[in-house]
Each structure stands twice: as C-alpha cells, then as structure tokens.
C-alpha cells in the first residue's frame, strides 16, 4: 500500500522510519523546518539495539501527490486541526485513516473531516522522543502498534493494512476491539500523566517517597473508575501493565512528564481535561486527576 506518515517525531519517525527501512512504501508529511531536517541528516533511530539510518521520502502540505491507500497521523493532539486541513488532499474514496494519537477526541474529528467508513482507530505504545539533533530516541524496549475499524467490523481492507502496517522491528496488531483498545491506553496515560506531572518526577522517584506508592495506587484507581463507569472497563490484561506501571522502581515517565520539563506544550486538553470530563458526566469523583490537569492548565497559561 502507499502509506503516509503525517508527522515525523518521535513516533511517526519511528514506525514510519521502521517500515521504511525495510522498503515499505513510506512518504512523511512534515513540515518545511521538519523536512530539512529529514534531509540533511536523515531520518536517524537511536535504540537500545544501535542506530538506524534511512532517508526517507518527505512531502509538505503545499507538495501532497494525490491519494494514499493509507495515511497515519501521527501528531499531537493541540496539531490536530492543522493536520487535517494538510492531509486532506491524500485522502481518497478508499483511503484508510489510522490515528496514533492520544485520548478519544480525535475520533469525531476524524470521522467529521474524512467520514466513517475512512477513519478507523489506532494506537500505540512506545517511550520515545526528538534529540536536540532531530533524531528519534527509543527510550526502552516497548513499541507495538494497533489498528482497525471503529465498529469491529471484519473490513475487507484490514489484511492490506495489516502487511503495510508490519516489520520486524516492532509488534502490529490489527484489533476487531480497537475502542476498547485505545480507552485502555487512555487509562494508562491518564494515570502514569497525571502521577508524573503532578509530582514532578519518574514513576520510581514518586514510589521511593513518602505516600508515593499509594499516591499512585489511588490515581490508577481514579482512572480505572472512571473507564469503568464509561462501559469501558480495563481488562486484566490492560490492569495488569497499569499496576506494573504505577508501582514501578524504575526510571518510567510519561510523554507529558517529558514535555512539561523541557518547557514543551503538553496534550492536557486531550488526555486529562477530556478524562475528568468523563468523570464528571458519570459522577466518579477523581481528585487526583483533576488536580494535575488544575496544574497543567496553570503552566499552558503561563506558557502561553
């Protein structure tokens, strides 16, 4: 399939940048800044196992070559808006549009800007991030992606997308359940977020302090309450990496944690400002969450 990647960060770079390297029909859409960038130095991976190099085929939104079988946005959620308006012109009658973004939000968008029977669902896990040089930094060894249609249908497009979607570098799942999926990551970001920001520090520094552990044992449970009363309760699978996650000793954070120090913008809004909002249409009380996205709404103020 001709697939483009709307966004070349840190897990558009990545995916996009895996796929490539092992000769899938890849194009990134970035823009102009991103694409010298991509040129000059190419498009380099940085992992626990060695680096990658590729050069990659880049697009701006003024150079969009027609329709794609598949485009992947890969942005964040404050880029969405604009991304759409520039992948517009890649999407055709058949084009299968798979989100790697984080929250619920971005469905409605999607599905209002390219119509259901485009816009599926997506998710990913992965701790990566930009260096000061532009290259993408696989921080561990976690990256899987996951993809399919919105209502779990066995749509005939899914074994395509499954083959452009897959490498041997990282794990693709195509899912009939992907609703259930990507409520089961927001759970995961929502908690391990509103931990890390609101205490200032990795998952570790927070259970090596005083109240730390069970600190982080009420916020899972905040969240885990709230997708519950959403009809969308975790499954044990999915609490089981939650409780690994929150209790953890080690050096974990969250994308917004390593925004918040680098003076970044961080996706409030859509992972935690729509999550207590969910709350609040259920009646489950979630101090912990509102209270970090209290703070995180203080710090894009004084950013702004």
């Known amino acids: 399939m001709r697939t483009l990647f709307v966004g070349a960060g840190a897990t558009g770079g990545y995916f996009g940048g895996r796929l490539a390297s092992v000769g899938k029909d890849v194009t990134f859409l970035v823009r102009p800044g991103r694409q010298t960038v991509l040129q000059q130095r190419g498009l380099r991976i940085k992992s626990p196992d060695g680096e990658t190099l590729v050069r990659p085929r880049t697009i701006t939104a003024d150079t969009v070559d027609g329709p794609y079988d598949l485009v992947v946005l890969a942005v964040k959620s404050y880029a969405l808006e604009q991304a759409l308006l520039d992948m517009a012109p890649a999407v055709g009658p058949g084009t ?3 989100p790697l973004l984080n ?3 971005h469905v409605d968008e999607l599905e209002g800007a390219f119509g259901p029977e485009r816009a599926w669902g997506g998710v990913c896990m992965i701790q990566a991030t930009l260096d000061d040089d532009g290259d993408v930094v696989q921080m ?6 996951g993809y399919g ?3 779990g249908s066995e749509d005939e497009r899914l074994p395509a997308v499954t083959e452009a979607l897959s490498g041997p570098e990282f794990d693709s799942n195509p899912s009939l359940s992907i609703v259930q999926d990507m409520w089961e990551k927001w759970v995961f970001l929502a ?13 570790g520094e927070i259970n090596a302090a005083p109240g ?4 982080g044992a009420r916020v899972a449970a905040e969240a885990m309450a709230i997708a519950s009363a959403a009809g969308h309760s975790p499954r044990a699978g999915a609490v089981s990496v939650l409780q690994n996650g929150i209790s953890s000793t ?7 944690y390593r925004d918040l120090i680098q003076g970044a913008p961080v996706e409030a809004d859509a992972i935690l400002g729509d999550f207590v909002a ?21 710090y894009s103020t004084k950013r702004a």
Not at 191 to 203: E, F, I, Q, S
Not at 212 to 215: R, S
Not at 278 to 298: C, G, N, Q, R
């Open 278 to 298: 969910e709350a609040a249409k259920h009646d489950v009380p979630a101090p912990m969450l509102s209270a970090a996205y209290t703070a995180l709404s203080i």
């Open 250 to 256: 080690g050096p974990m954070t969250s994308s917004m």
């Open 149 to 151: 249609p919105l209502d």
């Open 96 to 98: 299968v549009v798979v």
């Open 191 to 203: 908690a391990l977020g509103a931990a890390t920001t609101l205490m200032r520090g990795t998952v």
């Open 212 to 215: 730390g552990t069970d600190f």
């Open 140 to 145: 561990t060894g976690m990256h899987r992606i």
């Open 103 to 105: 929250g619920m939000r």
